[in-house]
């Protein structure tokens, strides 16, 4: 998807590979689920420096497993140099959340007295 993303001249591409919903999975199957992660981005760095794609990832990074967030900065630094397409992993992410983040920070500098615009 992400090489004919590439081809196809797309700006950005998000993928949503973890819901927030998935934390109520069995913790075994999570495990699993990070390892893989790990073992996909230390495989496809390479190729995705090639084709001159930044990561991005977004969500509730805090909430994942020590070795996943090491795997996802190692990949990110790799990538940061990248000027092509985005390729935004949504892990841990949930529409809702992103909601609420977003208010308590528009919350947060309005009490601030910060305008918006």
Known sequence: ??????????????????????????????????????????????????????LRVIGERHRLPAAAVRAIEVAESALASSTGMVLNLALSYGSRAEIVDAAREFARLCTLGIKIS
């Open 1 to 54: 998807m992400v090489e004919q993303a590439v081809k196809s001249g797309v700006g950005a591409l998000t993928l949503f590979a973890f819901s927030t919903e998935n934390w109520k999975r069995p913790e075994a199957e999570r495990e699993v689920l990070w390892r893989l992660l790990e073992r996909y981005l230390k495989k496809e760095v390479p190729e995705l420096k090639r084709q001159n794609v930044r």
